[in-house]
């Protein structure tokens, strides 16, 4: 998938206006139940999968792989779902959606983890200075 670095860091942001969003609503409504989602929000959400879509850009021989598709596959759904799965935890004391999340986060973490140890032993892995537009 040549655009997955594109792809993480869209959804990135897309998360961090989520994550956002319930900042201000908290802050406005002195209301900070939410807390524990609007930190996942933008914890898992902006800050995870932008820095994923960083190294896929810096290394893009990791995009390149069959894993990397794998990994968004696991990453994006989960990290968009976490949240949700914690609001129904705390709300309405169904964890069901959260812990399935938090699995294939875990999952997507892994991958990840295989690409930057294939990257490392497989040599080569100089990274692409990207010049500045």
């Not at 609503?25 to 879509?53: E, K, Q, R």
């Not at 994006?76 to 914690?86: L, Q, Y």
């Amino acid at each position: 998938m040549q655009r997955i670095d594109i792809m993480f860091i869209l959804l990135g942001a897309l998360m961090l206006v989520c994550g956002v969003s319930m900042g201000i609503y908290m802050g406005i409504a002195h209301d900070f139940s939410l807390a524990p989602i609007h930190a996942h929000a933008n914890l898992v959400g902006w800050v995870s999968l932008t820095l994923f879509g960083i190294v896929y850009r810096i290394f893009p021989e990791l995009k390149e792989r069959r894993m990397a598709a794998t990994h968004l596959g696991f990453a994006a759904p989960a990290a968009i779902v976490f949240p949700f799965g914690i609001y129904l935890a705390i709300f309405a004391e169904w964890p069901f959606l959260s812990i399935v999340a938090a699995l294939a986060w875990m999952v997507g973490c892994l991958i990840f983890l295989a690409q930057l140890i294939g990257l490392a032993f497989a040599g080569g892995a100089d990274p692409v200075a990207v010049p500045a537009e």
